[in-house]
T-cell receptor, first 107, second 110 residues
Framework: GIQVEQSPPDLILQEGANSTLRCNFSDSVNNLQWFHQNPWGQLINLFYIPSGTKQNGRLSATTVATERYSLLYISSSQTTDSGVYFCAQNTGNQFYFGTGTSLTVIP | SQTIHQWPATLVQPVGSPLSLECTVEGTSNPNLYWYRQAAGRGLQLLFYSVGIGQISSEVPQNLSASRPQDRQFILSSKKLLLSDSGFYLC?????????FGQGTRLTVV
């Protein structure tokens, strides 16, 4: 199956700092998505980004499909950004999730 | 808009007892539905998915089963729980570019 690797596995930031999360894929990139899981377990879809760049407020994502990776940028981090960030690729009927990056933003 | 209802939110069950987790979807028809399990830490493990009524695909051989008795209902079951069944169970609807998750059930088998 498709292998999805995320880095770093854990990240601690001071409030206001910026960060970059990375997602590497073993196969061609299709229907790539980024999710945020808050500390209570709720998963929210952040971006659908099979290629190119998208921005939503302080978050932006870039996918370079030819090189099989995607980046999630968080600028001016806030404590509410804490949680686990997952990337996932959808092929057919299945989503393959990475192991996630656990982000803790401290005030 | 699509909404996923999942219950209960938390559950503590003794080893050997049965399990039934229910997930219902609103706002869409003929959805692709999924059950995931997340062990302590991270990692979403796909357990089952269904593309329609009565159609179940199992990804991981285990102590669990799933059923889809209605278009917008997906049920996760077990006849006899094991300690290793503990975890956070998430129901999801996924279609094209969209994905919606339920709020999850935290199951502790004691």
């Amino acid at each position: 199956g498709i292998q999805v690797e995320q880095s770093p596995p854990d990240l601690i930031l001071q409030e206001g700092a910026n960060s970059t999360l990375r997602c590497n894929f073993s196969d061609s990139v299709n229907n790539l998505q980024w999710f945020h899981q808050n500390p209570w377990g709720q998963l929210i879809n952040l971006f659908y980004i099979p290629s190119g760049t998208k921005q939503n407020g302080r978050l932006s994502a870039t996918t370079v499909a030819t090189e099989r990776y995607s980046l999630l940028y968080i600028s001016s981090s806030q404590t509410t950004d804490s949680g686990v960030y997952f990337c996932a690729q959808n092929t057919g009927n299945q989503f393959y999730f990475g192991t996630g990056t656990s982000l803790t933003v401290i005030p | 808009s699509q909404t996923i209802h999942q219950w209960p939110a938390t559950l503590v069950q003794p080893v050997g007892s049965p399990l039934s987790l229910e997930c219902t979807v609103e706002g869409t028809s003929n959805p692709n539905l999924y059950w995931y399990r997340q062990a302590a830490g991270r990692g979403l493990q796909l357990l089952f998915y269904s593309v329609g009524i009565g159609q179940i695909s199992s990804e991981v051989p285990q102590n669990l089963s799933a059923s889809r008795p209605q278009d917008r209902q997906f049920i996760l079951s077990s006849k006899k729980l094991l300690l290793s069944d503990s975890g956070f169970y998430l129901c999801a609807w996924m279609g094209g570019t969209e994905a919606f998750f339920g709020q999850g059930t935290r199951l502790t088998v004691v």
